[in-house]
């Protein structure tokens, strides 16, 4: 194993070790369960906190604790059975899911939870189109559900019909669904997903289609948490609902307050005053004043352990035009593999990562560590940090020298990848003896003209929405996001190879999933360089937190320890 990968593998160890654990001297309950965090944003900012539309992570990770789905995904990211009393019963030929739902399932306000309510929420779910129930292809996640494009298509005439044809209700505890088509493993993980979460009709009508989600009285949820508390722009208190239906022992706290705090000073005035337990709450991230206060803490013995640093499902890497410029056609493979090559991604995370608050060397492939479809630590071979491999294939690609320093590397102009950027530069003259130009556009800018296939070189990243591999393969390499992740990447063997994924379940899927990353590395088609982290800054007596590489763990196995 190279140098580089060992120091990537400890680096990585070093993330992975850090979950919270509470001093075993210390095991008494402070008389005060309330958890105080301070948040920069308030909800809403960017979409409504409505399942049909939600969308932005850190507004998932409060909304998890307030709805429920019929299925919903446990800490290790297994499918299990929520409102749904078991796993679906599926008819031989794959194509009608049959769901038993618990009669003992009830909204906060006490309402029960029928199929009626289950047809309402997906139905209006459709209608909104909101961003999980709009995208094209497989990664609609109600784009499999016999008669969804006969709706698609009323949506437009402003006249849609009441309901989706594939989905019934046989009795008032039982759904059925119906799919135009087998589907793979990936779909019981949609049904997971915020557009499938159930809300209160009656609640909805009465509070109004845009205000309800806004006020206490009217967020009902089926979650085991319930707003109790909001002042637009400045708080959120919630308090666990009294005997909820989802049973296990009752939530410890009693409440969580959420501060919206957008001055990092503020925020860190706050945390070391002990006005506040946590920093970093949800998918927030740590911000300017986690990212200062995990670097002070992480350098003081007596604080270190209050750092808390989780994978998080997000990849960036370097993007190729494969459609036109320096590298695309037949010899455009070996430019790629001459600019990959040359990065020593250990070097590119300590210039950026501050000190791995933010993210660590990608040496996986595509899909993160933490997700389904990694292919394992040091799997990316053919573009493994070789400066003399990187020249030679620099040399083979442009032997006049009429191109390599013609070379114009765009991105989204901010810190962090401003930071990235500028240290790609730096290895690229030092190690190719090359200079790339930098650019960096606002963000509407960059995705405008990224998706219209003007740049040739370029940063990229996505963020999973939930655990599969098809939610990588197919949404940014086979549907819309292809222009903007690979333009000009058409591969047979590696649709086939993808759609064989898709339709297939357990190991076979994954074992295909993974044999396209391998072509993607192989073809160089992308160089991941860095995997993200989602970094918590916690008092020591705070218990129970956890996160995955998706979300935080829900707040009830939280607790707070007398201190």
């Known amino acids: 194993m190279k140098r580089s990968v060992v120091v990537a593998t400890v680096l990585w160890l070093e993330v992975a070790g850090c979950t919270p654990e509470p001093n075993p001297q210390v095991n008494q309950l402070a008389v005060d369960q309330t958890l105080r965090v301070a948040i920069p944003e308030d909800i809403g900012v960017f979409e409504p906190l409505d399942p ?31 409102i749904a009393a078991k796993m679906p019963i599926i008819s031989a030929d794959g194509l009608t ?25 997906w139905n ?21 559900i016999a008669g969804y494009a006969d709706v698609e298509r009323a949506i437009g005439t402003g006249n849609p019909p009441p309901q989706l044809a594939g989905l019934s209700a046989p ?9 135009s088509s087998p589907v793979g493993d990936y779909f019981l993980t949609q049904l997971t997903l915020p557009p499938m979460w159930i809300v209160d009709q009656h609640v909805i009508q009465a509070g109004g289609e845009q205000r309800w989600w806004q006020h206490s009285d009217s967020l009902v949820g089926t979650g085991p948490f319930k707003m109790v508390r909001r002042v637009p722009g400045s708080s959120m ?24 705090v957008p001055d990092a000073i503020k925020v860190l005035q706050g945390y070391r005053s002990g006005h506040y337990d946590l920093v970093g709450l949800g998918d927030y991230g740590p911000g300017a004043a986690g ?47 001459a600019l990959s090559q040359a990065i020593d991604p250990v070097e590119l995370a300590r210039a950026a990562c501050a000190s791995g608050t933010l993210c660590f060397p990608a040496t996986g492939g595509l899909i993160s560590k933490g997700l389904d479809g990694y292919l394992g630590d040091g799997s990316n ?39 990235v950027a500028k240290n790609l530069q730096r290895q690229w003259r030092r190690n190719l003896g090359i200079e790339v130009t930098l650019q960096g556009y606002d963000p509407a800018t960059f995705i405008y003209d990224r998706l219209s296939g003007d740049y040739a070189l370029f940063r990229a990243s996505w963020a999973a ?34 759609t064989q994924a898709e339709n297939a379940s357990g190991a076979a899927a994954q074992n295909a999933y993974q044999q396209a990353d391998r072509m993607l590395l192989e073809q160089a088609v992308i160089d991941p360089l860095l995997y993200y982290v989602h970094t918590v800054v916690m008092k020591p007596y705070v218990a129970g937190f956890g996160a995955n590489a998706l979300y935080d763990y829900r707040w009830t196995a939280i607790k707070l320890l007398q201190h």
């Not at 049959?98 to 029928?114: C, E, H, K, Q, Y």
């Not at 208190?237 to 919206?260: C, I, Q, S, T």
Request: hydrophobic share 40%.
């Open 381 to 419: 071979n053919v573009l493994r940090f070789n400066v003399r491999d990187a020249r030679a294939n620099l040399q083979e690609w442009d032997p006049t020298g009429s191109v390599r320093n013609r070379i114009t590397y765009v991105y989204i102009a901010n810190s962090l990848f401003r930071d």
């Open 291 to 337: 990212t200062k206060l995990a670097s002070e803490l992480t350098g003081d013995p007596a604080h270190a352990a209050e750092v808390h640093r989780f994978i998080y499902g997000r990849t960036e890497w370097l993007g190729f035009n494969l459609q036109s410029g320096p590298f695309s056609g037949v010899n455009g493979r070996l430019g790629r593999l």
């Open 124 to 144: 209006r779910a459709v209608i909104a189109g909101g961003p999980l129930a709009s995208f094209s292809g497989d990664a609609n996640v109600f784009g499999h």
């Open 171 to 179: 009795d008032p505890h039982t759904i059925q669904i119906r799919l």
């Open 237 to 260: 208190v919630f308090a666990p609902v009294p005997n909820w239906w989802g049973g296990g022992a009752a939530p410890l706290l009693k409440a969580v307050e959420l501060d919206v």
């Open 97 to 121: 899911y049959t769901i038993p739902l618990r009669p003992d399932a009830r909204f906060s306000n006490g309402d029960p939870v029928t199929a009626t309510d289950v047809m309402y929420s």
């Open 52 to 82: 049909d539309q939600l969308f932005y992570p850190p507004d998932y990770s409060i909304a998890q604790n307030l709805f429920d789905g019929l299925f919903r995904m446990d800490d290790q990211l297994r499918v299990v059975p929520d």
């Open 465 to 498: 929405d939930y655990n599969s591999p098809e939610n990588w393969y197919d949404d940014l390499f086979l549907g819309n996001g292809a222009p903007s992740s690979a333009p000009g990447y058409d591969s047979p063997q590696f649709v086939t190879t993808v």
